[in-house]
């Protein structure tokens, strides 16, 4: 038996711990926050919830954060990338 057979999804009025996208075992998508809680499916009553995705605040204009980018240093950028112990020596 695998670990995933041995989980348990939240229920209708428990409190969701994630905000996020969740889904139930009809098929109802539904978002929530965290501390609101698990609603009643309108048409069967107390269901099981599942987190389908979720919710976090990501660059919200659609753009990489420059941190993120690498920097292209001089024209060989490539050079530390073989070995980080790899160092030029100057011969005379």
């Not at 996020?20 to 698990?38: A, I, M, P, S, V």
């Not at 690498?70 to 060989?76: I, L, N, S, T, Y």
Request: zero cysteines.
């Amino acid at each position: 038996m695998s670990g995933k057979d041995k989980d348990l999804h939240p229920i209708s009025n428990e409190e969701v711990e994630v905000d996020g996208t969740y889904t139930n075992e009809w098929g109802r998508e539904e978002y929530l926050k965290r501390g609101e809680e698990f609603p009643f499916d309108p048409q069967k009553g107390s269901t099981e919830w599942r987190l389908a995705e979720y919710d976090f605040d990501n660059h919200h204009q659609g753009r990489t954060d420059e941190r993120l980018v690498p920097k292209e240093k001089g024209p060989d950028k490539q050079v530390n990338a073989e070995s980080p112990l790899r160092h030029d020596v100057e011969v005379d």
